[in-house]
């Protein structure tokens, strides 16, 4: 009857490892940290590519004396609250995913208390002292009996939290990608436009010469390809959202009828590709 | 007909004004030299004007998509509590095993009379049990 539950204990735990949740909560903590990083916040686009903003760069007064500072920046200040708080939201729940589902908890070594347990026989009993090999038996079955109810236990927990809370996710990360996509990606063509309307039509008109003409084209270009750069981290991160939507379903409900081997395989690639775009985004903003 | 507007339908909105913008802007390029200085600051504060809307309806629109979105924030919120409270109890699981095998060292100790070894296992249970 015992071995039959130790052998139980220990088909479950074997089945049943938290490494993949683990290592996906841990690429998606950092990658969604990584998109609030590498990402401009709407009061920073205000600041910069406001008209008022843009208005230095058409200052001809003495040493550029006079003002531009950004106006009616409030509404941009919202959407950044708003931004910051899904994001420190997702961050803290792939945090805890990771922390929860982390081999280190509750990974008990039982050799002390094995040791200590044949010391003591030996004490009280020298002729029923334990043996090397029984001694290290013991501790396997010790460790085993400690753990796998723990890993188990924790095992469910975790996936039933993600099974809850998937289609919650799934809505925030939709919400957030709308958010970067849409919203945040429209700010920026409307910064190029105004850089076009407010900036660059009046200093080719005031040119003269075609040398002056070609400064301010080269200048344009630059202006735009700095504006691309920060299309391409949108374009990233939404990705990354993206895939940290699937791989939470798939961790959540498995892919019938292929199962949880599939499942692991799949993230395991998704992992590896979430790090490439964490590493890429950093890039970008270097 | 819905009462107000959908965060998709504010983007296209705000969409159109930044194309209006780059259109109007397109037409004073080209045609600058033909245009009074009446006629360009009329362009001007139209161009202002679109560009300052555009800007806060894509700002606004994040408002609206975050709306829509805030019971399910709260409950991923809520989840991540429930974890944090499932993390401290593991902990304390983990709390109770170092206990269990702290004792079992202090025995050994007490059997051997290794004095050094008792005190420092007595040390060990008083400040395992301080931490649960």
Redesign the interface.
């Known amino acids: 009857m015992k071995k039959a539950v130790i052998a139980s204990l220990i088909f479950l735990g074997s089945c049943k490892s938290t490494e993949s949740i683990n290592r996906f909560a841990k690429s998606a903590a950092a990658g969604t940290a990584e998109i609030s990083r590498s990402t401009l916040s709407f009061g920073a686009i205000c600041r910069l590519y406001d008209q008022s903003a843009l208005a230095s760069y058409t200052d001809t007064s003495l040493y550029a004396k006079s003002g531009h500072k950004a106006k009616h920046c409030e509404a941009y200040r919202s959407a950044d609250s708003m931004v910051n708080l899904i994001n420190l939201t997702l961050v803290n729940y792939f945090t805890l995913l990771q922390e929860v589902s982390d081999k280190k908890l509750l990974a008990y070594d039982a050799r002390d208390l094995v040791n200590s347990l044949a010391s003591i026989q030996s004490g009280l009993n020298p002729d029923l002292s334990l043996s090397e090999e029984k001694v290290s038996a013991v501790k396997g079955l010790l460790n085993t009996i400690l753990n796998e109810p723990l890993k188990w236990y924790r095992y469910k927990k975790l996936v039933s939290t993600m099974q809850q809370n998937d289609s919650a996710l799934s809505r925030v990360l939709r919400a957030y990608s709308f958010i970067l996509d849409s919203a945040l990606n429209g700010e920026i063509n409307q910064a190029k436009e105004n850089y076009t309307s407010f900036v660059y039509a009046p200093l080719y008109e005031w040119a003269r010469t075609p040398v002056e003409k070609v400064w301010i084209n080269q200048q344009y270009l630059l202006f735009m390809q700095s504006l691309d750069k920060e299309k391409a981290s949108i374009h990233k991160s939404v990705l990354m959202l993206i895939l940290m939507q699937k791989d939470h379903y798939l961790l959540a409900f498995g892919k019938p009828p292929v199962g949880f081997a599939y499942t692991e395989g799949e993230i395991s690639q998704d992992i590896v590709l979430l790090n490439k775009m964490i590493l890429e985004l950093i890039q970008l903003i270097k | 007909m819905a009462e107000t507007l959908s965060?998709?339908q504010l983007?296209q909105l705000?969409?159109s004004l930044?194309r209006m913008?780059?259109s109007?802007?397109d037409y004073?390029?080209h045609h600058?030299t033909e245009l009074s200085t009446a006629q360009k600051n009329k362009i001007e504060f139209a161009?202002?004007q679109l560009?300052?809307a555009?800007?806060?309806i894509?700002?606004?629109?994040?408002?609206l998509?975050?709306e829509?979105?805030r019971?399910?924030?709260l409950?991923?919120?809520g989840?991540?509590a429930?974890?944090?409270k499932?993390?401290k109890t593991?902990?304390k699981?983990?709390q109770v095993?170092d206990i269990?095998?702290s004792i079992?060292?202090l025995?050994?100790s007490i059997?051997?009379h290794d004095i050094g070894g008792i005190a420092k296992g007595i040390d060990q249970v008083v400040q395992m049990l301080s931490n649960t």
Do not use: C, M
């Not at chain 2, 894509?58 to 408002?63: C, D, E, K, N, R």
């Open positions: 965060a998709i983007i705000a969409q930044t913008q780059a109007l802007t004073e390029l600058y161009l202002s560009s300052s555009a800007g806060r894509y700002a606004f629109s994040v408002q998509e975050f829509e979105a019971k399910q924030l409950q991923i919120q989840a991540t429930g974890l944090n499932f993390l593991a902990q699981i983990q095993i269990v095998s079992a060292s025995a050994d059997i051997s």
